[in-house]
């Protein structure tokens, strides 16, 4: 009886192509693995007790692959599956292209102690038939470009099948196939050490190769199937999770979610503390309380490096997952560095320095913009329940159209003045005033921004597009001051707040203290002392977090983007970052990823195209937000 993975379901052949994936046991723990009707099969047979080969992990990665040891037994059970699979997929495509991967060996004229590097070639051979010419040049391509500890490979085609010995003679027994192989160097292994690996060599070298692989089968598509043509070659990736990726994808979640980084380093006395400042004179830092951490950060590495991303069996969420781990690392460190000198430093690792452009950027918006120029248009007070009020019925709207749009309001007296968003909970400080006129965009920040991406990201198939992939607060805290400007409701005093922080991150970053950045906003560029001191607070909580320098440097990421003719479509899917685009396209194109189940209702607005109109038009960033919306 054939033997499947956790979470995958074995299948008799009259089965196959159906709603799950085709999977087979083989012996020798070899087993077949088809994740849905393709024009392609990855081959690899590999010697009996070889854990470490590069060609074994690409061929068991790939979407449609059988993979085996070097067995008579093995032999025949894979012969099997190769024509079980070759009966029902041939059936719409007569053209099949069969493609192995095997290993190189090591020269054997290096030995340990040799100052020679393994050759770094790919030795690649293809049939005559157009169709895997055009698969091996694509491949061929693809690998040229590729470039591993500033080394070069190269490609050395050769005439005849090259696959690993005796694997010839089994193709041989199935007629009409298109043929192409890929012999794959050693340069991961340490020499002399064949269970031992250079493991970035090997993980750098792994993607690559396995990119060219799907390039290669997707021109092969291209050249035998007219429905292949508009194609992406990511596209012919696998279109399921295994459950090692779906499990990875919960650990993580799981840890992602058992603290709040944001209410873990941000204080709980911020009134109480202007106060004390102010009775200070302005010339004492003030003492900031904190919440206690609801995790050991030390227990919590030990469990997030326990997990085996390597276990995905795919690179894209092998990169996904790898980014994500080392953010909660860092997220961790930083809680562990709390009131310490150390935190502001292994927060620049995660949000990194303030660039010059940006601290240009932030100088002439305050240089440009004077204080009240542009004031809020209705500066009625509203309390915290108005605010609450207004924000249930904005989350009312959305589940009016759209009844699983679940997110709730609460109130809460240990932020410090404003708003701010965990998960699908929009918070709000008791101690919130705010102007009538800027009730709107800040909600439409918050909500239809921060709220929304949650509940879009919570119905993916994968948790951590909820919880937020690497380095997306840029992007999306840009998203949101966005919203902002698109509405009309970003006012001079909101940007001038934006540029200040960045001078407050800047001048703490190069040694200025506390009391030194509030006479810089105060004295210098004209801020309330209450303005003054919540920004200050805000950069000096735990010791130093750089992370509000990213609301102008994501605003201006917003605007180029919007400017190239980009579409922000991608940005809804998830909390992700502006590098994430084209995963969330690829995956879209497998079919790993849902329609977002919501799109901000700010797009709608006449007022909202207008000013993406003038934003493509070319107008300089700073002259749009100056000049105010169009009428």
């Known amino acids: 009886m054939a033997r499947a993975r956790a979470g995958e379901q074995v299948l008799a052949p009259e089965q196959f192509g159906r709603d799950t994936a085709w999977v087979q046991a083989l012996p020798g723990a070899g087993r077949a693995y088809v994740d849905r009707p393709l024009p392609f099969l990855v081959l690899n047979r590999h010697p009996e007790g070889d854990a470490m080969g590069l060609a074994r992990r690409i061929a068991t990665i790939s979407p449609s692959n059988i993979v085996w040891s070097a067995t008579a ?220 951490l609801t995790v050991s950060p030390e227990q919590t590495k030990r469990a997030l490096y326990a997990i085996d991303v390597h276990a995905a069996e795919d690179p894209v969420l092998e990169t996904l997952f790898s980014e994500k781990r080392r953010e909660l690392d860092l997220q961790l460190l930083m809680l562990q560095n709390r009131n310490t000198a150390d935190f502001r430093y292994t927060s620049l690792l995660q949000y990194g320095p303030v660039e010059s452009d940006l601290l240009v950027q932030a100088h002439a918006i305050l240089a440009q913009v004077a204080p009240g120029s542009r004031p809020v248009r209705d500066s009625t007070p509203l309390d915290c329940h108005a605010v609450a009020h207004a924000a249930e019925n904005m989350i009312a709207r959305y589940r009016r159209r759209l009844p699983e749009f679940e997110a709730e309001v609460c109130l809460r007296e240990d932020i410090g003045m404003g708003l701010m968003v965990s998960g699908q909970q929009l918070l709000v400080s008791t101690a919130t005033r705010l102007p009538r006129g800027r009730l709107d965009a800040l909600l439409q920040h918050e909500i239809g921004v921060h709220v929304l991406t949650a509940v879009n990201g919570n119905r993916q198939p994968l948790g951590i597009f909820g919880a937020g992939l690497a380095n997306y607060e840029g992007i999306q805290e840009g998203l949101g001051v966005f919203a902002e400007f698109l509405v009309d409701g970003l006012t001079d005093a909101r940007l001038r707040l934006l540029a200040a922080r960045v001078l407050v991150v800047e001048a703490m970053l190069s040694g200025a203290g506390f009391v030194d950045c509030y006479r810089i906003l105060h004295e210098q560029h004209d801020f309330s002392p209450r303005a003054g001191f919540n ?81 493509r038009s070319g107008t300089a960033f700073i002259d749009l937000i100056r000049e105010g919306p169009p009428c």
Not at 90 to 111: G, N, S, W
Not at 176 to 193: A, K, N, T, Y
Not at 233 to 254: K, M
Not at 579 to 591: A, K, S, Y
Request: charged letters at 25%.
């Open 73 to 292: 037994d093995a032999d025949r059970a894979a012969l099997a599956c190769l024509r079980t699979v070759l009966a029902h997929q041939r059936a719409e495509d007569q053209r099949f292209l069969v493609l192995t991967l095997y290993d190189l060996p090591f020269d054997p004229q290096l030995d340990e102690a040799s100052a020679r590097l393994e050759p770094f070639r790919f030795v690649l051979s293809a049939s005559a038939d157009a169709a895997a010419q055009a698969a091996a040049r694509c491949m061929g391509e693809a690998l040229a470009e590729l470039r591993i500890d500033l080394r070069k490979p190269q490609i050395e085609p050769v005439d005849h099948a090259a696959e690993e010995p005796g694997f010839a003679a089994l193709l041989d027994e199935v007629p009409g196939l298109s043929r192409l192989s890929l012999g794959l160097p050693q340069i991961h292994r340490v020499r002399g050490e064949h269970d031992r690996v250079y493991p970035q060599i090997r993980d750098e070298l792994e993607t690559a190769a396995f990119d060219s692989v799907l390039q290669a089968c997707a021109a092969f598509a291209r050249a035998t199937t007219a429905s292949a043509q508009t194609l992406h070659y990511r596209a012919f990736g696998r279109s399921r999770l295994v459950e090692a990726a779906l499990q990875i994808d919960r650990e993580l979640d799981r840890i992602s979610r058992s603290f709040d980084f944001l209410l873990s380093v941000s204080p709980i006395n911020t009134t109480d503390a202007f106060e004390q400042f102010q009775a200070a004179k302005c010339a004492k830092p003030p003492t900031f309380r904190y919440r206690p």
């Open 535 to 615: 920004i200050v607070a805000r950069i000096f909580r735990s010791g130093g977090l750089t992370k509000d320098a990213i609301y102008l440097r994501g605003l201006q990421q917003v605007f180029a983007f919007v400017a190239r003719g980009d579409d922000l479509a991608p940005f809804w899917f998830g909390k992700i970052a502006e590098h994430h685009v084209t995963v969330v396209d690829e995956l879209q194109q497998r079919g790993l990823l849902r329609a977002p189940l919501a799109t901000p209702e700010f797009l709608t607005r006449p007022i909202a195209r207008r000013q993406l109109e003038r934003i």
